[in-house]
């Protein structure tokens, strides 16, 4: 099995030692209670996706994976070329990819603006600029890819929305940019939290964010994740 970056196989090797437990464990940064969006998409037939950028890929789709209303979360990149969307290269910071997530879900179960919501509360820190927790870089941007003019004025909407009600000490970072394409990650990659979830920087950065939505959003929480690997076997 192909290994993680230095980086974070440093950062995990840093904390095994005074991580006894999931539970005993902080996440590197806390989800914050905000209100939801007050302009939506309205639902629509058929799936839709949307691509989202906010750190380590790993807790992004771990996320998203236990929403209720998302029927395939994938990993990867967007931002950059299909011959830099590679790990190695894209971790080198200089390729214009972030790691990202493309969730497709059904908008009669869920919408834009509650997955937007549970961004923005709980899948990272949307006022860090070019980091999440132990992760540096351009790689680790706070992104939203739109992919059409209304989920471009939706996201617009909510960011200025929060930033007016001042739910964060800072303004939030996240950029909205054109989704060109997304580019899925190395298999290893997928479903990473699910599969691995003894591993430190898991059980540090992104546990807490599993049980964050557990708590904050308890309507919209699964307990069972839609993985890749079910996915592809029922394709």
């Not at 790993?58 to 998203?64: A, F």
């Not at 691995?196 to 069972?224: G, M, S, T, W």
Request: aromatic share 8%.
């Amino acid at each position: 099995m192909r290994r993680p970056s230095i980086r974070r196989t440093a950062f995990a090797l840093a904390v095994a030692g005074v991580l006894a437990s999931a539970a005993s464990a902080r996440a590197a940064e806390d989800a914050v209670v905000i209100p939801p969006p007050a302009a939506d998409i309205a639902p629509a037939d058929g799936p839709r996706t949307v691509v989202l950028a906010g750190g380590c890929f790993w807790g992004v789709q771990g996320v998203y994976q236990h929403t209720k209303g998302v029927t395939k979360a994938v990993s990867g990149y967007a931002g950059g070329t299909a011959n830099t969307a590679q790990y190695e290269i894209v971790s080198s910071g200089g390729t214009g990819h972030a790691e990202a997530v493309q969730i497709t879900y059904d908008p009669k179960q869920v919408t834009l603006g509650k997955l937007l919501q549970i961004y923005f509360s709980v899948v990272h820190d949307p006022t860090q600029l070019n980091r999440q927790g132990p992760d540096h870089g351009r790689q680790y941007r706070s992104a939203v890819f739109t992919s059409d003019p209304a989920e471009r004025k939706t996201v617009q909407a909510y960011i200025a929305q929060l930033n007016g009600a001042k739910v964060y000490r800072k303004a939030i970072a996240t950029t909205i940019e054109p989704l060109t394409a997304f580019y899925p990650a190395e298999d290893y990659h997928q479903d990473y939290l699910t599969l691995h979830p003894r591993q430190p920087y898991i059980v540090f950065n992104d546990l807490p964010k599993i049980e964050n939505l557990k708590k904050l959003f308890a309507d919209d929480y699964r307990d069972k994740p839609v993985l890749v690997n079910d996915a592809r076997a029922s394709d």
